[in-house]
């Protein structure tokens, strides 16, 4: 069974204070997704990394998927109120038949205080 | 807005009763994913069907049954309701399998008294 742990589970932290948020497993994962859920909405998708290594910028946030691909990191840059919201790793897992399950982190919670 | 969407958006019923989630998929999307969101648990993969057919099973309860229709939207039918099946529950689709995206739906939030 694959497992991902995020940590931490709660922050918060002032506006324009930096943060990084981890993702770890001992599985190896043909993907590892970065979704933002806000109160009362699913889950938006941040950002796919699919290859070791890769490290992608969007904006303030920063996302590194681990070399071994069982691992990434989400960076947040000069975190503003509007960053507030539940954070999920997702890691992809390729069955036979080539659909990908999501294997889901329990989330961590962000608030962005002005 | 995703383009999913689910209804009921809120759902309260008994233990030992029967409902049944609805989704319609994005516009041209063929795949349909159904997850579970508790406190305790987080968002557990339940079922994937594509083009009306199921493709991926995950920890899906017997005494919960999911199909996709010929007009692509799908239902989760949830019966024998415990407390425990309280929870959010979402669906999401994706144009193609493997997924690039899945786009996620606004939720059910389902109360079991």
């Known amino acids: 069974t694959q497992l991902l742990e995020q940590s931490p589970q709660f922050l918060s932290i002032q506006e324009g204070e930096n943060l990084t948020v981890y993702c770890n497993s001992s599985?190896?994962?043909?993907?590892l997704q970065w979704y933002r859920q806000e109160p009362g909405e699913g889950p938006v998708l941040l950002v796919t990394?699919?290859?070791?290594?890769e490290v992608k910028k969007l904006k303030r946030l920063t996302f590194q998927f681990g070399d071994a691909r069982k691992d990434s990191s989400l960076h947040i840059t000069a975190a503003q109120p509007g960053d507030t919201g539940l954070y999920l790793c997702a890691g992809g897992v390729l069955d036979q038949g080539g659909s990908e399950k999501l294997v889901f982190g329990k989330g961590m919670k962000l608030t962005v205080n002005p | 807005d995703s383009g999913v969407t689910q209804t009921p958006k809120h759902l309260i019923t008994a233990t030992g009763q029967r409902v049944t989630l609805r989704c319609s998929p994005r516009s041209g999307d063929l795949s349909v994913y159904w997850y579970q969101q508790s406190l305790d648990q987080g968002l557990q993969f339940l079922i994937q069907y594509y083009n009306g057919e199921e493709r991926a099973k995950g920890n899906i309860l017997e005494r919960f049954s999911a199909q996709q229709f010929p007009d692509l939207h799908s239902e989760l039918n949830l019966s024998s309701l415990e407390l425990g099946d309280s929870a959010l529950y979402f669906c999401a689709s994706s144009l193609q399998i493997p997924a690039d995206t899945q786009y996620f739906g606004p939720g059910t939030r389902l109360t079991v008294l």
């Open positions: 990394v699919v290859t070791g290594g």
């Open positions: 599985s190896v994962f043909s993907s």
